[in-house]
């Protein structure tokens, strides 16, 4: 059976870890929306780790250090660096979407201050969370009838026409409403609503799994959906359901992989809320608010209790610095501040580090300056992903606020994707990034 997995390690260049035991191990969650990053910002990681000596800093290098990449330690879902990179590295694409936890452990071993003293060594175990679970851990308190007035009450306030046709469909229920053909025509409208929110990139969808159902998709315990209080049949049902989604997925499940972690990334797609309006800029807000309500000072719950007392860092990120020109980090730096700012003070009242970095973890365009009409512009190269040509491309000027409700004009802000770069990389060199090396810095940099 060892051999086995031996064999399988061997094969994507993993070995089982030797760390001593009794040396630190820190776990990291890297959380965030869907497409907001998370998993390339790993991949990017782990790369600049492995080669640091060519790409970091001299103030990352504190002391000289050696890492390498471990299998889990756990019976865990293993982060497939190595495919990943590949895709980004030769095949020049992005990776595909993750829907479900990753994990992947690096150990290091760091220099000694003198000759004489035995080397610093520590693991690192970084986490692929997706951030819709961990929106999820806000259902651990809520009954479903509190869950149902709360999601009805968002719909009601996105003025969505989608929205209000379920609304509508809610409506039409009394205490006569049963049937397994009800349960999930209502269950599957509610399930494409949300897909379609998301599609329009609103941010406060529970449950995640109606999303990202990883290995439950046509589960039933998924096939439930908000309705308002009534003695139907189909409320007993779906409360029932509710129920048993919160205890063997939520908790079990969602809650179980982030036990014990010291640090958290939470990745915030700033480009995505500013081009997106208002509406959705407002909705992520309080999606990220009911992700980190988790440590809340007040909320002296189970959860928090459970889980405060082991983290104590929490790095916020923008990455896809590169869509814009380097003219423009200053203002976006600035947003991500703004995007962020009250949460800060809240997790500083709970006696947790925070700090921001605007960083793009793999650099995907260069920023040119260009005439344009007599007047110097900063321009951005890059492959484009809707057409896979090379383009100069003008991004705008970034607000250094976030425009008010009325005078947002998001066509003023609608930002192009583009594609990793068609470059050939040597074995010793890591993706082209802008700022990685601070964010090693902020997030490991007392452990080096
Ligand atoms: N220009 C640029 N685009 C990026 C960068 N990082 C991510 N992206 C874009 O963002 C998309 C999503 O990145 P992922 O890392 O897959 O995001 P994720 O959070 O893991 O997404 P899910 O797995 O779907 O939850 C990519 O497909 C790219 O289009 C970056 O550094 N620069
Ligand atoms: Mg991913």
């Not at 060892?2 to 760390?19: A, R």
């Not at 993750?98 to 071993?109: A, P, Q």
């Not at 000072?297 to 983290?311: D, G």
């Amino acid at each position: 059976m060892k051999n086995t997995i031996l064999k399988k390690l061997k094969s994507v260049g993993e070995s089982l870890p030797t760390i001593p035991t009794g040396s630190k191990h820190i776990k990291i969650a890297i959380t965030g929306l869907s497409r907001s990053g998370k998993t390339v910002f790993i991949s990017s990681l782990i790369d600049q780790l492995l080669h640091q000596n060519r790409l970091l800093s001299l103030s990352v290098q504190k002391s000289a250090f050696k890492a390498s990449i471990k299998a889990p330690l756990h019976n865990a879902q293993r982060f497939d660096y190595y495919s990943l990179i590949e895709v980004m590295k030769r095949e020049h694409k992005w990776p595909r979407g993750t829907d479900s936890i990753t994990h992947t452990v690096l150990e290091f071993e760091s220099k000694s201050r003198f000759a004489f003293m035995n080397n610093k060594t520590f693991s690192i175990e970084l986490i692929d969370y997706p951030g819709e679970w961990l929106l999820d851990l806000s259902l651990l308190e809520l009954e479903y009838e509190q869950w149902s007035v709360q999601s009805l009450q968002w719909l009601m306030s996105l003025d969505d026409e989608e929205a209000d046709t379920y609304l509508e469909s809610v409506d039409s229920l009394d205490s006569r409403s049963k049937g397994m053909e009800l349960e999930l025509m209502l269950h599957t409208q509610y399930k494409n609503l949300l897909s379609n929110l998301k599609t329009r990139h609103y941010s406060r969808i529970t449950p995640g799994r109606f999303i990202m159902p990883s290995d439950l998709a046509n589960d039933p315990i998924l096939h439930f959906a908000p309705i308002k209080k009534s003695d139907s049949a189909l409320h007993e049902v779906y409360k029932m359901r509710y129920e048993a989604y919160v205890k063997e997925v939520v908790k079990d499940i969602h809650l179980e992989h982030f036990r014990g972690f010291e640090r958290q990334v939470v990745l915030v797609d700033v480009i995505e809320a500013l081009q997106s309006g208002y509406g959705c800029y407002s909705d992520m807000r309080a999606g990220l608010s009911d992700m980190l309500k988790l440590y809340n000072h007040k909320n002296k719950n189970f959860i928090s209790q459970w889980l405060s007392p082991s983290i104590k860092n929490v790095l916020f990120v923008a990455t896809k610095a590169d869509q814009v020109s380097a003219s423009q980090h200053a203002n976006f730096s600035l947003l991500l501040e703004e995007m962020v700012g009250v949460l800060r003070h809240e997790l500083d009242i709970s006696h947790i580090k925070t700090d921001t970095q605007l960083v793009s973890a793999l650099k995907s365009t260069v920023s040119i300056e260009k005439k344009h009409e007599g007047m110097k512009l900063s321009f951005v190269r890059g492959i484009l992903s809707e057409d896979g040509k090379l383009h100069d491309l003008y991004p705008g000027e970034m607000p250094s606020h976030f425009p008010n409700k009325n005078s947002w004009d998001t066509e003023a802000y609608a930002y192009k994707g583009f594609l990793p770069p068609r470059r050939e990389y040597s074995a010793d060199e890591a993706l082209e990034h802008i700022n990685m090396d601070k964010v090693i810095e902020k997030l490991i940099g007392d452990l080096l």
